[in-house]
């Protein structure tokens, strides 16, 4: 390899000593090989395959700091195709699962607090380990300290080593595909330790952004950056004649504690009729119902009728395969909007809800919705079977009656 090959080095890393999900990390270079080269065999990219291996279910592993230098190069490298799939992984790499830290942004102070913690119970670890059996168990227990350690450090070494690397990435800021550009802002926005690196950046990087859906990328990024002197700016886009630029606006500005009327008008009327995803909006898979309805929610009006209604508006457009991060975040954030914390005492009928409560109820009795969301409504004492739920709701399931519904 010449140093001019974004691999360079890749065998010099022991990788074989290294762990990820599946066991040692061998197979790593043949992964990052195949992004270089383009190649795909099966179902999924080699980015992906790779992802699955490094950052598991957004776990990250100790092999995945490795892989940092070599994706960045090949992020950068102009003659590769798909880059945005590598400042995707790194994001990964960064943070895990961004999705889990919407919409709030990410803070890695308790993850370093943990390792802290960890590294300061050392003398509780020995006693616990020579209080072991037999060597069996001593050797078990060994083992579960290194493993526990190893993990913890791996989340604050994937972090930094990608954080080390946003200087050289804001070059991606410019490049010619709106897919990079965005996926670029992405990045950005889960570092506020490099806010003021990446406020004015992203910023100019907004104010000159053709592509509506990477613009809104920035602005949401500034947003989960959390910095308030990034406010006035983001402010000024809330009355843009670009949808995909008020909604990211209103969005971005919930962050900031700015929740007035006229951020709530902007995500009411985004959530019920949301942009035509165009692929360069890069957050959440690109579900404006989604994070607008997790906007909404952080707002004084979240749990009203109007906001209800507006988020089964824009459920009822979330059709189809393609639409299934949209209905599964946005009907989550709706049973958190209509059904928050356990009451002091839980509804005893249907008819002591609210009205907005009623709804939602109606709603999934007539729907094939449920999952982990439906805690919301155990909490409230409400049925989550949807048969029982139909019954309670007032409407007649004839699969559990034989009566014809009326």
């Known amino acids: 390899m010449t140093d001019t090959d974004p691999l360079a080095g890749l065998d010099d890393v022991p990788w074989a000593r290294l762990q990820h999900s599946y066991g040692t990390a061998e197979d790593v270079p043949g992964h990052l090989r195949a992004m270089r080269a383009g190649v795909r065999e099966g179902r999924y990219p080699p980015s992906a395959q790779l992802a699955n291996h490094i950052v598991h279910q957004g776990t990250r592993s100790q092999a995945a700091v490795h892989t940092v230098p070599f994706l960045v190069r090949m992020a950068l490298d ?13 994001v990964a790499i960064a943070i895990g699962l961004d999705n889990n830290h919407l919409p709030n942004g990410y803070d890695l102070r308790e993850d370093r607090a943990h390792l802290e913690e960890l590294h300061g119970e050392a003398d509780d670890w020995a006693r616990w380990i020579a209080e072991a059996a037999d060597d069996e168990q001593r050797t078990q227990r060994e083992g579960s300290r290194a493993q526990v350690l190893i993990d913890a450090e791996a989340v604050v070494r994937c972090y930094d080593a990608v954080r080390e690397a946003l200087p050289e990435l804001a ?27 990446s406020v004015p950046l992203l910023q100019a990087f907004v104010a000159g952004e053709d592509s509506p859906g990477a613009a809104a990328t920035g602005l949401v990024a500034l947003g989960l950056l959390g910095e308030p002197a990034a406010a006035p700016f983001v402010q000024h886009h809330l009355d843009s004649p670009v949808v995909e630029l008020r909604w990211a606006s209103a969005f971005a500005l919930t962050r900031s504690g700015i929740t007035g009327p006229a951020v709530v008008d902007v995500l009411i009327e985004v959530v019920a009729r949301p942009p035509e ?3 360069t909006m890069s957050f959440l898979s690109g579900s404006y119902c989604a994070l607008a309805a997790m906007a909404l929610a952080e707002t004084p009006e979240g749990g009203t009728l109007r906001a209800v209604e507006a988020v089964l508006a824009g459920l009822a457009g979330c ?56 805690d919301a409504l155990r909490r409230w004492k409400v049925p989550t079977g949807r048969p029982e739920l139909r019954a309670y709701a007032g409407l007649i399931d004839p699969v559990s009656t034989g009566a014809q519904e009326t």
Do not use: I, K
């Open 78 to 90: 102009p003659g590769l195709a798909d880059r945005h799939e590598f400042v995707a992984l790194l």
């Open 171 to 197: 070059v991606l800021l410019n490049s010619d595909s709106p897919e990079l550009r965005a996926g670029t802002a992405n990045l950005f926005a889960w570092f506020p330790e490099s806010a003021a690196m």
């Open 277 to 279: 995803r165009t692929g």
């Open 319 to 374: 059709t189809g395969l393609e639409a299934f991060d949209d209905r599964y975040y946005t009907v989550h954030t709706l049973l958190s909007l209509a059904f928050p914390e356990a009451p002091a005492a839980p509804p005893q009928s249907f008819g002591e809800l609210s009205e907005a409560q009623q709804r939602v109820v109606r709603f999934l009795a007539e729907s094939e919705e449920g999952g982990p969301s439906m």
